[in-house]
C-alpha cells in the first residue's frame, strides 16, 4: 500500500525562526522518492526538495533541507531562517518506480499549512 | 528549463456541461503525465496516468468515460470533464515526467474548475 501522512494540518513560526514539518509513509518498493512541495495561494505548485529512497544522505537545497529516517519511514523538511514569504501549504509526496513496468505513481500527503510571521 | 503549463488557468462551467483542459510540456519531452484533482478539502486524488505508447491508467472512482484524455505526442496531453458537477470542482493539476529523468516530475500551474 502507498500512502502519506502529514498529521500537521497547520504550523507556524516567527520570522527568522526553524521550521519542521513532518511527514511519513508506507511502501513496499525498494526504490522511491520523497518530493516535498510547496502550494501558493494561486494553488500553484512549486517543488523544493526530493530525497532518493537509496541515499542515506540527508538532501540540502538552500534553505530546505530533509531528516531522512528510512527505517522509520518518516522524512522532515526543515526550513531554516524562515520568511513570512515561505508561507503556504506544504505536501509530501511519495514516488514509487514500479520496476516491471516502469511506471511510477505520486501520492501526496494532505498538506501542513504554515504562516510565517514577520 | 522544464516548465509545465496548462490551459485554461481558471473556468466555470454549467452543471452537466463538459469543459477540456490542456497540458504543455516545455524544455522537456514528457513520457508520462499524471492528471490530479485537488478537491476544496485540499485533498490530492490521482485521476489518471498516461504513459505514450502505452494504454491509460485511471484510479479507481475515475473513468474514462467522464475523464477521457488524449496524450498525442510527449510534450502534450488533454484531459475532458465531461458533465461536469459541483463534486467536479477543485484544482486539476498536470505532472509531467521527463523521459531523462527517472522521477523528475513538473507540475503544472493546474486548471481550476468552478461548477455552477
Known amino acids: 500500500a502507498q500512502r502519506v501522512t502529514q498529521v500537521q494540518p497547520t504550523g507556524s513560526s516567527q520570522w527568522g525562526e526553524e521550521v519542521t514539518l513532518d511527514c511519513s509513509y508506507e511502501?513496499?518498493?525498494?526504490?522511491?522518492?520523497i518530493f516535498w512541495y510547496r502550494q501558493l495561494f494561486s494553488g500553484e505548485m512549486v517543488f523544493l526538495i526530493y530525497?532518493?529512497?537509496?541515499?542515506?544522505q540527508n538532501q540540502r537545497s538552500g534553505r530546505y533541507s530533509v531528516v531522512f529516517q528510512k527505517s522509520f519511514k518518516s522524512i522532515s523538511l526543515v526550513i531554516s531562517a524562515s520568511q513570512p514569504e515561505d508561507s503556504g501549504t506544504y505536501f509530501c509526496?511519495?514516488?514509487?518506480?514500479?520496476?516491471?513496468?516502469?511506471?511510477?505513481?505520486?501520492?501526496f500527503g494532505s498538506g501542513t499549512r504554515l504562516l510565517v510571521s514577520p | 528549463g522544464a516548465l509545465v503549463y496548462q490551459y485554461p488557468r481558471r473556468t466555470i462551467c454549467k452543471s452537466g456541461t463538459s469543459m477540456r483542459m490542456e497540458c504543455q510540456a516545455v524544455g522537456f519531452q514528457a513520457t508520462s503525465v499524471a492528471w490530479y484533482r485537488q478537491s476544496p478539502q485540499k485533498t490530492f486524488e490521482l485521476i489518471a496516468l498516461s504513459t505514450v505508447n502505452s494504454a491509460i491508467k485511471y484510479e479507481q472512482n475515475f473513468t474514462q468515460e467522464k475523464f477521457p484524455i488524449s496524450h498525442p505526442n510527449l510534450s502534450f496531453s488533454s484531459m475532458t470533464v465531461l458533465n461536469a458537477y459541483l463534486e467536479d470542482r477543485g484544482l486539476y493539476l498536470c505532472g509531467a515526467r521527463d523521459r531523462r529523468a527517472t522521477y523528475e516530475q513538473y507540475f503544472g500551474p493546474g486548471t481550476r474548475l468552478t461548477v455552477l
Open positions: 511502501t513496499s518498493e525498494y526504490f522511491y522518492r
Open positions: 530525497q532518493p529512497s537509496f541515499d542515506t
Open positions: 509526496a511519495l514516488s514509487e518506480l514500479k520496476p516491471r513496468t516502469g511506471g511510477y505513481k505520486v501520492v
